[in-house]
């Protein structure tokens, strides 16, 4: 299986549609890893519906493959600046050269250029400062996972 055909392929039945391709691995042993998202989330059946868009490209009998579609997971990092648009008013988790992880709530994002507002500090000594990030130059950008 070529990899960038299959690229291709991905990426036109995507079109049109707020999901886009990830990441996309071929092994040695013809197992498809195919990570999506998508600007307000991926369900199941966007996974099904891609995964059976695929299949249909090819033949079984000629090509021996395994296909595993599925969306990111909630704990992976972002990857794509595009991934963070369904985080804007949120806290997300930041690792910056030279510097402590810490949270930040996306406020907005312009190109590359993230512009968070982090609180330092508690109480009456809690300070809430406003910066921006460029988001290459950030070693990791996760979500902020919390259960209530």
Avoid at 9 to 31: E, H, M, R, V
Avoid at 48 to 77: C, M, N, P, Q, T
Avoid at 138 to 146: D, F, Q, R, S, T
Wanted: hydrophobic share 40%.
């Amino acid at each position: 299986m070529e990899k960038k055909k299959l690229t291709s392929q991905i990426d036109a039945f995507l079109a049109g549609t707020d999901k886009f391709l990830l990441s996309l691995s071929i092994s040695k042993t013809n197992i498809i890893d195919v990570f999506i998202d998508g600007d307000t989330g991926v369900t199941i059946q966007d996974c099904i519906d891609l995964a059976r868009a695929i299949e249909g490209e090819y033949d079984r009998d000629v090509e021996d493959f395994e296909l595993r579609v599925s969306s990111v997971g909630v704990d992976k990092e972002f990857k794509l600046v595009r991934q963070l648009k369904k985080y804007l008013e949120k806290e997300i988790e930041f690792y910056l050269p030279d510097e402590k992880p810490f949270k930040a709530k996306l406020l907005s994002i312009e190109g590359d250029i993230l512009r968070v507002e982090q609180t330092i500090g508690k109480g009456k000594k809690k300070e809430i400062i406003t910066k921006e990030i460029d988001f290459e130059s950030a070693e990791k950008i996760k979500p902020l996972v919390k259960f209530k």
